[in-house]
């Protein structure tokens, strides 16, 4: 496992969860990164994304509400979730174009195993 997310838990309509994503040291560098969700019986559904460059994109049901960031030095990145509804509850993924270490430095899509996120209303 490349990418683990951490941060999930249960809280109520309202508050702020922070989800984490670690890079493993494989990884060299995260040259952009998502952050997907998916809500039993629904697809799965890109929440926000941002470039090493640090151009971001949102969904429009979590702009205003969701910051997604990165810390390059520390190969993380975040989602910084406010004003969490209840329409919110998924399990949340990490996902990542990484240049990464083997042989040679090859470029990958790597996915981490999912968080669970779930807000009571």
């Known amino acids: 496992v490349y990418l683990v997310e951490s941060g999930g838990g249960f809280v109520q309509a309202g508050g702020s969860l922070r989800l984490t994503c670690t890079a493993s040291?494989?990884?060299?560098?995260?040259?952009?990164a998502n952050w997907y969700r998916q809500a039993p019986g629904n697809e799965r559904e890109l929440v926000a994304s941002?470039?090493?460059?640090?151009?971001?994109n949102y969904v429009d049901s979590v702009k205003g509400r969701f910051t997604i960031s990165t810390d390059n030095a520390k190969n993380t990145v975040y989602l910084q979730m406010n004003s969490l509804k209840p329409e919110d509850t998924a399990v949340y993924y990490c996902?990542?174009?990484?240049?990464?270490?083997?042989?040679?430095?090859?470029?990958?899509?790597?996915w981490g195993q999912g968080t669970q996120v779930t807000v009571s209303s």
């Open positions: 996902n990542a174009d990484v240049t990464a270490r083997g042989l040679a430095l090859y470029e990958y899509n790597y």
């Open positions: 040291e494989i990884i060299y560098r995260i040259n952009v």
């Open positions: 941002v470039s090493r460059g640090g151009v971001t």
